[in-house]
């Protein structure tokens, strides 16, 4: 069974040591992976922790979903599959290098 939550609305400010500190009141925390903006380093606001044992994290989205951390109240889940994502709007030239654009 799936282990990993997702958690939501962070301050910019909360680290992964306090996340898994926090997340450890309600057992065993086998990883924490705050997500970062690739360039800047800068955290996108959530994360997701993967807990010991079903009955773990079911306590832990009892214990802390709509919980108050850095003036911020959490959003905390069971995670998701990742979704595939589609071309996000990147349009292929054709043969002759031009776009599919219609021209009048």
Request: no cysteine.
């Amino acid at each position: 069974m799936e282990t990993k939550l997702y958690v939501g609305n962070l301050s910019y400010q909360t680290t992964e040591q306090s996340l898994r500190e926090l997340f450890m009141q309600a057992g065993n925390v086998n990883s924490v992976a705050l997500i970062k903006e690739p360039g800047t380093q800068r955290s996108k606001g959530f994360a997701f922790v993967e807990m010991g044992s079903q009955s773990e994290l079911q306590k832990a989205i009892s214990m802390f979903n709509g919980y108050t951390l850095d003036e911020r109240q959490l959003a905390v889940n069971v995670a998701r599959p990742r979704e595939e994502r589609s071309g996000g709007g990147y349009r292929q030239n054709n043969r002759s290098g031009n776009s599919n654009k219609r021209r009048y």
